[in-house]
């Protein structure tokens, strides 16, 4: 046990104490960055354990979150009870107005749509406007019967395969196909 405490190091003072001392000493206008802080304690204290980078990360994040140090531009400083808060990037929040207490004091509205109130008087009904026109009625006319009698030609049945419109006394579509009945020859005489 004597071989372990005389190969132990002198006892280093905590992270904290370095890192605001190292800040003191190295005075800088802007405040001073991990790198300059790291070589500082290195300087002064010399034989640092192995995470030495690992532990000042540590021990600097935790005091940026705790407020013992303010980082700004990549530089860590002491906070100036004085200074105002330095804004970050982006919009700033709206600043929250208290509302007067007769407009807290006020039920809130429901949703959807208020009742009908029953004591209230029925609207007066408007009269209809008489149709100035041509007496027809509106809209697309009703679809005519279809005739019975129909134009028949020789083939009644295609007549009756395919639909007719209204009117016309045409098939709808392309006509049918006509089909010669017999085909004449005409014979060469010699």
Request: net charge positive; aromatic share 4%; glycine share 8%.
């Amino acid at each position: 046990m004597a071989a372990e405490e005389i190969n132990k190091p002198p006892s280093l003072p905590p992270y904290p104490e370095m890192i605001l001392s190292a800040i003191e000493a190295l005075n800088e206008g802007n405040g001073s960055n991990k790198t300059s802080i790291s070589k500082y304690i290195e300087s002064k204290y010399g034989d640092l354990p192995a995470g030495h980078i690992a532990l000042l990360s540590h021990h600097l994040n935790r005091m940026k979150d705790t407020g013992e140090l303010v980082f700004w531009k990549n530089n860590y400083t002491k906070p100036d009870p004085n200074a105002p808060p330095r804004r970050g990037r982006g919009r700033p929040p709206k600043p929250k107005d208290p509302l007067s207490p007769a407009a807290e004091m006020a039920p809130a509205r429901p949703r959807g749509r208020p009742p009908k109130d029953p004591n209230a008087p029925p609207k007066p009904v408007k009269p209809k406007a008489a149709t100035a026109g041509s007496g027809k009625p509106r809209g697309r006319p009703r679809k005519m019967a279809r005739p019975t009698g129909g134009i028949t030609t020789g083939n009644a049945a295609t007549t009756s395969a395919v639909p007719m419109t209204a009117g016309s006394g045409r098939p709808r579509g392309r006509p049918p196909k006509v089909k010669a009945a017999s085909m004449t020859e005409v014979s060469v005489q010699n």
